[in-house]
């Protein structure tokens, strides 16, 4: 077993610690004060746990596997994303062949260049390629109404689904001295500082939350639990770093910025769920609502995460 595989049971580990624990206080509360199932709060945490079993179980797995599983698992993911954000959008019959060309074309053609380390291309491929063509496709087809709203809607589709999401495998490609062979540990660490922000963050608001952030776009979201949320997960990224090619104080500083950047995406996707009516993205995963809702914070922060780390540490 290699040194990169070793560290990541001991992480995966450590994660299966915290959800037993999760899991022994969910069933006492369960028992105690909800035995009929009808407590809402005690519901909505069990199934939360749940499913982060199964989140944590799909990425270890995924993760085991190498640069394949990261890369298979990360392309599902924005597929899944994409056919979210597309059923909530003003799609007509004018814009199929954009769409079709936006599943079967630009998004496997972006991970495949990730696959074969093309940064010259991947880079590029949709905020250039698929915003010029995407349009021209639709235009040929002669619809022209709401037109611009609607081919925006597919290039937003496209950015943040496919584009922001294929940062975290295209980390992969780094080549980072000192650090080769272990780069599917930055993507961990990219996903638990995340995922932990967004936990410690709804934790802290639970317990002190009072001033609220944005009430019109997540009445959840406090002061004092992006306060709180923020520098617990920092530290949790800071106590990361064996696992990272960071110090200590280099990874509570990147973990800071994934943090900020994760927040405000959270925000933003949650303005484009309001616009639209919804509560949640979808319903595939219980007590998380769809893929997208699990994405968010990892939507913004991924692509910021990847360039900072390529300029400062790579060769490449």
Not at 60 to 74: C, E, K, Q, S
Request: hydrophobic share 55%.
């Amino acid at each position: 077993m290699s040194e990169h595989q070793i560290d990541l049971l001991k992480l995966l580990g450590g994660l299966a610690g915290v959800l037993i624990a999760a899991s022994l206080v969910g069933y006492v509360l369960q028992r105690k004060f909800s035995p009929d199932g009808s407590n809402t709060a005690i519901e909505n945490l069990n199934d939360r746990v749940n499913a982060w079993w199964v989140m944590i179980i799909l990425m270890g797995g995924a993760l085991m596997f190498g640069r394949v599983g990261a890369i298979l698992l990360f392309a599902f993911a924005s597929f899944a994303a994409l056919r979210e954000f597309v059923t909530l959008t003003n799609t007509r019959r004018g814009d199929h062949w954009a769409l079709a060309s936006a599943f079967f074309i630009f998004l496997p053609l972006q991970y495949y260049l990730i696959y074969i380390d093309w940064y010259g291309l991947y880079s590029i491929l949709v905020p250039v390629y698929a915003f010029l063509l995407l349009p021209i496709v639709s235009a040929v087809r002669g619809d022209t109404d709401h037109f611009l709203v609607r081919v925006a809607e597919v290039q937003w589709a496209l950015m943040i689904c496919v584009f922001c999401v294929s940062h975290v495998p295209a980390l992969l490609t780094l080549d980072i001295p000192g650090y080769e062979g272990r780069n599917l540990l930055l993507i961990a660490f990219l996903v638990v500082v995340v995922q932990s922000s967004d936990v410690l963050q709804y934790v802290w608001g639970k317990l002190l939350g009072r001033t609220k952030i944005a009430p019109n776009l997540s009445p959840s979201k406090t002061l004092e639990g992006l306060i709180g949320g923020a520098l617990s997960a920092t530290l949790v990224g800071a106590g990361l770093f064996w696992m990272t090619p960071f110090t200590p104080v280099q990874a509570g500083l990147l973990s800071f910025v994934i943090v900020l950047l994760g927040f405000f995406g959270g925000l933003v996707m949650s303005a484009i769920k309001r616009d639209r009516g919804v509560k949640d993205w979808g319903h595939l995963i219980a007590g998380h609502g769809g893929f997208i809702d699990r994405l968010d914070s990892v939507i913004f922060s991924a692509p910021i995460f990847f360039h900072l780390v390529r300029y400062w540490w790579s060769l490449t």
